[in-house]
């Protein structure tokens, strides 16, 4: 089993709930919360925000680290612009395709600047109801370098009223109606309003979490996420004073319940399909009067959040104000199709999965590489034995025309045209055009005669030409003895032109690199 854990950072405290994950499930270990140092110190100078929620976190865990714990958070809803898309098929392919474009065209910014994630809610008739998640680089960044500097490396940074939602997916909310109870609602709002409980049974629940920093809104359908949004919120001081009176109470409370009935009415569909419960948490189901004031103003029961027993520890106090940290524990416990906004520059490294995902996808690049390696080396192969054939037809018409026999070996071949009682044994193997070019090559710049008679056979070259004077001859003769192929230079005979400086020259030597004696052709 490894350690699951979700940290809810309110504005004041910070709640932990680890969760121990196995196979078969998962048990709650951990749930605890510590203050958050006010912002102001005793000097005057604000503490940093990364210093006061290490210094939580160092309260929570007894001065260790988290460690390699798997950690979820949530961004604050201030941070996250949601909104809910429908489209008109169910295919994961042609939805990753479409939504980029469809979630450019709903936000002020380019894509480039932001960092978006999508949940699918349901798929029904063909169609899929989803809910898009967006935040700013810029804000994303700033959250986890200060993350990162208080010593948290979280693996999920999500949308709260996902989080939240996890609670009625799981079933650990006690007071979770059967999901396939279709009984009409019957609240008597009187009865409400004294204080008398109201059971009913509905095929929708709500889950609302609110405070001074902020409102997270779900609602849940047949077990499943089907409404999440963020919602405005009032100053600590509004939330301070409601609790004094009923004047500030619906001041603080009027905003709350416009925002919901336009969500409920715009999103949670059919009158007779509406949530007839809503839970509360956080300090809202601590208001007095709240519960009551927002039965009757939104004609739904309002209650306080109750956990199951599975979804605490034993001796925990107070559970309900845990939920959206066990929720995040949730989500992290399976992220998959749920926005995490840890992805593409942002994407947490330091996961297993991740590692193995990038070792499955180097491996599969490995095999196509492999695989187009063997599809090449049979296709040189292939080319290769054609152009071997090809070769040995056309020597073996070669040699058929020349020693009337085929030879496909070229050794055999050359074997046969040297032999001497070879047809082929006259032919020269090297001509006299390749013997000049071989002489001239290796005349000295600086003393180039002008040829006028070069005689040549395979075995030897006679040179005559002229030059500007006697001293021209000798370095013409040192050039030809450097080449291994000339041998047997004689001394050259020269004698001076008459009426004229020049000098003529004859130079007789052997050519010996046609490997043929002398005599021969």
């Not at 070996?409 to 020269?428: H, K, V």
């Not at 395979?458 to 003769?477: C, E, M, N, Q, Y």
């Amino acid at each position: 089993m490894h350690r699951i854990v979700g940290l809810d950072v309110s504005a004041d405290a910070v709640r932990l709930v680890a969760l121990e994950s196995g196979f078969r499930g998962f048990q709650v270990v951990q749930m605890s919360h510590a203050p958050l140092a006010a912002r102001q110190v005793a000097e005057g100078a604000e503490a940093a925000p990364d210093t006061r929620l290490r210094d939580a976190l160092q309260a929570l865990s007894g001065g260790q680290p988290l460690g390699p714990d798997v950690v979820a958070v949530a961004l604050p809803g201030a941070l996250v612009a949601s909104f809910p898309m429908s489209l008109p098929f169910v295919d994961s392919r042609r939805i990753e395709q479409v939504l980029p474009a469809e979630v450019e065209s709903a936000i002020p910014f380019d894509l480039d600047e932001v960092v978006w994630d999508y949940a699918v809610l349901s798929q029904e008739g063909g169609k899929s109801e989803l809910i898009v998640g967006v935040v700013r680089k810029t804000a994303l960044r700033e959250l986890l370098a200060m993350l990162t500097a208080a010593g948290i490396d979280p693996k999920v940074v999500t949308f709260a009223p996902l989080a939240l939602a996890a609670l009625g997916e799981k079933k650990l909310l006690a007071s979770l109606p059967d999901s396939g109870d279709r009984t009409e609602p019957n609240i008597d709002i009187a009865a409400v309003a004294r204080g008398e409980p109201q059971l009913v049974t509905a095929p929708g629940i709500a889950l609302l979490e609110a405070g001074p920093d902020r409102a997270n809104f779900c609602i849940l359908r047949a077990g499943k996420t089907d409404v999440a949004r963020s919602l405005p919120t009032s100053s600590a001081a509004a939330w301070e004073a409601a609790a004094q009176d009923n004047e500030s109470l619906g001041k603080l409370l009027a905003p709350l319940a416009r925002d919901l009935k336009i969500t409920l009415r715009t999103r949670a569909g059919r009158k007779e399909t509406l949530p007839t419960r809503m839970l509360l948490d956080g300090q809202i189901a601590d208001l007095p009067g709240a519960r009551e004031w927002l039965s009757a103003d939104l004609q739904i029961l309002c209650e306080p959040l109750e956990l199951t027993p599975e979804a605490q520890p034993p001796g925990a106090a107070d559970p309900s104000s845990y939920a959206l940290a066990l929720g995040l524990a949730l989500r992290a416990q399976h992220p998959r199709g749920r926005i995490n906004f840890r992805k593409d520059e942002f994407a947490f490294t330091k996961d297993v999965s991740h590692v193995r995902g990038q070792f499955a996808r180097l491996a599969v690049a490995v095999a196509a590489v492999l695989v187009l390696a063997l599809v090449s080396g049979i296709a040189r192969v292939s080319a290769l034995e054609k152009q071997g054939k090809a070769y040995d037809d056309a020597l073996c018409k070669a040699t058929e025309q020349i020693l009337r026999k085929c030879y496909t070996d070229y050794r055999e071949a050359l074997g046969a045209l040297r032999g001497s009682n070879s047809r082929a044994g006259g032919i020269p193997r090297v001509s006299g055009t390749e013997i000049l070019a071989a002489v001239t090559n290796v005349l000295p710049p600086e003393a180039l005669p002008q040829l006028e008679d070069v005689e040549v056979t395979t075995t030897r070259v006679t040179l005559k030409g002229t030059v500007d004077g006697f001293d021209k001859v000798a370095p013409i003769t040192s050039a030809l003895k450097k080449d291994h192929c000339f041998g047997d230079i004689r001394p050259a005979r020269t004698e001076k032109v008459a009426n004229s400086q020049r000098v003529s020259f004859v130079i007789d030597f052997a050519y010996t690199c046609s490997g043929e004696s002398a005599g021969g052709a």
